[in-house]
């Protein structure tokens, strides 16, 4: 099993859509978790951060659901500059304590189309 | 400031030499990360560098894979008897401290085995 899963997709909703996405993730000690966008051969780029208590940054509000394993972004009111490929991202700790190195899953595409 | 710089951007070799790939992070960045990606799909985890502690290497696919990171710095990727399996993208990000922190990306250098 893969650490991070996604659903590939693609998606493809209208402009003004609210579209969302889900991850799951398999290491129940994981306690970093990110959401990073990557446009068409560029590189990828921090989205946001998830918080345990869910958290919203304008159109777009992240959850995370420690007792399920997985995390969701939600995009509201879609655009077509939002067409990207989702990328979730989640921290694979070691028993030593330390943090761990960051894992990511496979990313979803969002085509939002006019 | 400056941001994350890998060189070179593209790298057409033969099968069977050997490469180098070059990363440098930003400036007291003490966490490194290499990650590879194929066309069309995710990143995979390759080697996490944090500070003076030993790399975490579990992502290298094979043994022709090792990675150096000097004085905490610049960090290079070497690829001996590379394979037409080993054409990727070759990204390499920087963080300020650990796993709890944002991914800086450089742009990858884009590497093909003929």
């Known amino acids: 099993r893969k650490e991070v899963e996604q659903d590939p997709g693609p998606f493809n909703v209208p402009e003004g859509a609210t579209v969302a996405f889900n991850c799951t993730y398999s290491?129940?000690?994981?306690?970093?978790f990110f959401w990073y966008r990557q446009d068409c051969r560029k590189e990828p780029k921090l989205l946001m951060s998830?918080?345990?208590s869910g958290n919203e940054d304008g159109r777009f509000t992240a959850q995370l659901n420690r007792a399920s394993q997985y995390i969701s972004l939600l995009i509201r009111d879609s655009k077509l500059s939002d067409s990207a490929t989702y990328l979730c991202v989640v921290n694979s700790p070691l028993s030593s304590g330390n943090t761990g190195k960051l894992i990511f899953g496979q990313g979803t595409t969002l085509q939002v189309k006019p | 400031g400056a941001g994350v710089s890998q060189s070179p951007s593209n790298k057409v070799t033969e099968k069977g030499k050997d490469v180098e790939l070059r990363c440098d992070p930003i400036?007291?960045?003490?966490?490194l990360y290499w990650y590879r990606q194929s066309l069309g799909q995710g990143l995979e985890f390759l080697i996490y560098?944090?500070?003076?502690?030993?790399?975490?290497k579990s992502g290298l696919p094979s043994d022709r894979f090792s990675a150096e990171r000097t004085g905490g710095s610049v960090s290079t990727l070497t690829i001996q008897r590379t394979q037409q399996e080993d054409s990727a993208v070759y990204l390499c990000?920087?963080?300020?401290?650990?796993?709890?922190?944002?991914?800086?990306f450089g742009n990858g250098t884009r590497l093909t085995v003929t």
């Open positions: 560098f944090q500070g003076n502690s030993a790399p975490d």
């Open positions: 290491n129940s000690a994981s306690q970093s």
């Open positions: 998830v918080y345990s």
């Open positions: 400036s007291g960045h003490t966490a």
């Open positions: 990000a920087s963080s300020p401290t650990d796993g709890y922190s944002t991914l800086h």
